[in-house]
């Protein structure tokens, strides 16, 4: 049976997920009540706008085509769970690791899984955190 307000969400998760791929920042931003990151594999938090488009701006400098396709959504009380591949080409310098990695041209592609959490009867992110390892990225690109 469906439930309106866990459709609406599962909507907005899907969205903000395709509108970071085509770099729409203010529409990703809007998805938001209050926009938050919290990165579980590295334990980065990018608390407010301005962290949070720094955040944009720092992991599309290394990899300008990432994106990410939905593998499986589900809706659980106040929280979305979202299991996709994230990819993209290393083209820029990227910070990991307590290194600089200089552009490889190589292509990575790994799964990942998230979850959307939501301020109750919302359907605006208050969070999002990602999960993977601290060094998949690396891994999947020949760098470690």
């Excluded at 290394?62 to 080409?89: C, H, K, R």
């Excluded at 290393?90 to 292509?107: D, S, Y």
């Excluded at 959490?117 to 999002?128: L, M, R, T």
Aim: charged share 20%; net charge negative; hydrophobic share 45%.
């Amino acid at each position: 049976m469906s439930n309106p307000l866990n459709d609406a969400r599962l909507q907005t998760v899907r969205d903000h997920m395709a509108l970071e791929c085509v770099h729409d920042w203010d529409a990703v931003i809007g998805t938001f009540a209050h926009p938050r990151y919290e990165m579980h594999g590295s334990g980065l938090v990018y608390d407010g706008e301005e962290a949070v488009r720094g955040y944009f701006a720092a992991s599309r400098a290394a990899f300008p085509d990432l994106s990410n396709e939905i593998i499986a959504i589900a809706a659980a009380g106040d929280t979305v769970l979202v299991e996709f591949w994230l990819q993209g080409t290393h083209l820029g310098p990227l910070q990991a690791a307590g290194r600089t990695f200089a552009p490889t041209g190589r292509t990575f592609r790994v799964r990942m899984a998230a979850t959307f959490e939501f301020a109750p009867g919302s359907d605006k992110i208050v969070c999002e955190r990602p999960y993977t390892s601290a060094d998949a990225k690396l891994r999947a690109l020949g760098l470690l």
